[in-house]
């Protein structure tokens, strides 16, 4: 669920004459994602093997094809034997007298004859079907040319490589030896260095609305975790601390249980309405979290005051941190946003760390210890090592002088260190001006992905701001022009900056939080299918 499906590389050889048979089988195990190695182009230069050139047979099918639709297309207008498109599928069908595979050729022909003698005995149903299946025999030989192009030759015999699910290996062997006859030689191997598998991942069903806003920034590699998992739990908690409104929370509450009931209940809906249906527990994971927030800076529905905030502090070097307990707006009327601000900033410190912490997991899951020792294990230090000189020194970090003389150790463990490990390590792996290079965007982005985060205090100002500007606009107006007031700022509040604030989101968990551990250039798994015409 974190990690890929786990792959393994088929490399098979098959004689020529049953290669249809095999193409067939393995599109029907919708599991072969086929591919060319870097061996087997290496292979081709040497001239060891050859590109199959199928491109004058292809244009024999397509004629075919087209014969066949034509036919079918006179057919639904008449029950006349005496079709022109059946002298011209006749002549089409003479291109077929050279096809390796004599069992294929005499199904096309038997099929053919079944619909010819069905129109002569008035079964234009029966005729209709049998075309149509020999129109899906003829679309299979053609996929499987399709597949052939894209597959090595050498005397009479086909070589094709391709990657599938490890589960999925043992039957597949089997399948490609039975339809071969046995004149198959099949080898399974693991992924190695420089192969790039394809990715396939498995996200539980009631997290697939992450997994597409994970996917939407890239696919993960075959390395990387699986973002969607993480994505679940990160995306709703900052949502909340940006969108805090127990109101606002409870209507995003009912609308995502609305809408779990109305997809239980099944029902056909609009494309609008039917996203909203499909993705019900995801509007309750922001509701949830929502009304969380919401108690931390006691708002309801714009209200300040009528629920007391619900806060508490931690420590971190000489700064004390601020969890809630106060109201956003009351603390900019007094002009003091600096416990907001420095809230913002310890959310920001905390989603980075784990994403770098997330860095460090991958690389040690796939056995990159010296990167791991070089990268995201000297990252992270210089990371926390920042944070926490920051809140204990607060403005004294600026004053160089006394930062070297007053707090020398500090700077050593918090810095120093983890930028030598950083610059020495990567720069005898990657060379010195790589690591140089990598070292110095690490420390800037760092900085700058941090102070991003005080978006999280201006889009909680502007929420409670934008809600408490339809109260005041009500004062002095009759009860039903008040709540009508109240119920249309209700509404835009929860269209406009439910909106915005979602954008915000996604775009810290893209550009803030991914860089640090995602690069998302993984390969879609496109396995054999046949589709109208050829493969897909």
Not at 529 to 534: L, M, T, V, Y
């Amino acid at each position: 669920m974190i990690k890929p499906l786990k792959m393994k590389k088929i490399r098979a050889i098959t004689y020529r004459p049953y290669f249809h048979r095999v193409a067939a089988v393995l599109a029907e195990s919708g599991v072969f994602h086929p591919f060319i190695s870097s061996e087997a182009e290496d292979w081709l230069r040497k001239g060891l093997v050859r590109r199959v050139d199928v491109s004058k047979d292809l244009s024999k099918i397509d004629a075919i094809l087209g014969s066949i639709d034509k036919a079918a297309i006179e057919l639904s207008e008449t029950s006349s034997i005496d079709l022109p498109s059946f002298k011209s599928l006749d002549e089409a069908m003479k291109m077929l007298e050279d096809i390796e595979d004599e069992g294929y050729l005499c199904r096309v022909k038997d099929l053919l004859e079944e619909c010819r003698k069905s129109i002569a005995e008035g079964y234009i149903d029966t005729a209709r079907s049998s075309l149509g299946k020999l129109r899906d025999l003829v679309g299979t030989y053609r996929f499987s040319l399709e597949f052939m192009s894209s597959t090595l030759e050498v005397c009479d015999c086909i070589v094709f490589e391709g990657w599938t699910p490890a589960g999925y290996v043992e039957k597949l062997c089997e399948d490609i030896k039975r339809a071969s006859e046995g004149y198959s030689i099949v080898e399974v191997a693991d992924p190695g260095e420089e192969d790039h598998p394809p990715t396939v991942i498995e996200t539980p069903r009631t997290l697939k609305v992450f997994e597409r806003l994970a996917v939407a920034y890239g696919l993960p590699s075959y390395h990387e975790f699986n973002p969607a998992i993480f994505f679940s739990i990160t995306f709703p908690i900052i949502f909340g601390l940006m969108f805090a409104d127990v109101g606002h929370g409870l209507l995003l509450l009912i609308l995502g249980l609305a809408c779990i009931r109305a997809k239980r209940m099944g029902g056909e809906y609009g494309e609008i309405i039917g996203y909203f249906v499909d993705n019900g527990l995801f509007f309750v994971s922001l509701g949830v979290s929502s009304i969380i927030g919401g108690l931390l800076y006691g708002d309801i529905f714009g209200f300040h005051g009528v629920i007391h905030p619900i806060g508490f502090s931690i420590r971190i070097g000489n700064t004390w941190i601020p969890i809630g307990g106060y109201n956003p707006v009351a603390m900019l009327e007094h002009g003091n946003l600096m416990p907001m601000f420095k809230f913002a900033l310890f959310v920001g410190a905390i989603h980075i760390t784990l994403g770098l912490l997330i860095n460090l997991a991958v690389k040690l899951v796939n056995r990159e210890y010296l990167e791991a020792l070089t990268e995201p294990i000297p990252w992270l230090w210089l990371y926390v090592g920042l944070i926490y000189m920051v809140f204990t020194l607060k403005y004294d970090i600026f004053n160089i002088v006394n930062l070297f003389s007053q707090h020398l150790t500090m700077v050593i463990v918090a810095l120093v260190i983890p930028l030598a490990l950083m610059i020495l390590g990567k720069g005898l792996l990657e060379g010195f001006m790589e690591a140089a290079s990598f070292t110095f965007e690490a420390v800037i982005s760092t900085i700058g992905n941090t102070v991003s985060y005080g978006r999280v205090m201006a889009l909680l100002l502007s929420h409670g701001m934008m809600s408490s500007m339809f109260i005041q606009l009500s004062h002095g107006m009759s009860l039903p022009v008040q709540i009508a007031v109240i119920a249309l700022g209700t509404f835009l509040v929860m269209f406009i900056e439910g909106l915005i604030v979602f954008v915000h989101t996604v775009r810290l968990h893209w550009v803030e939080w991914f860089s640090k551990f995602y690069k998302g250039e993984g390969i879609e798994f496109k396995p054999l299918r046949i589709g109208k015409g050829g493969y897909v």
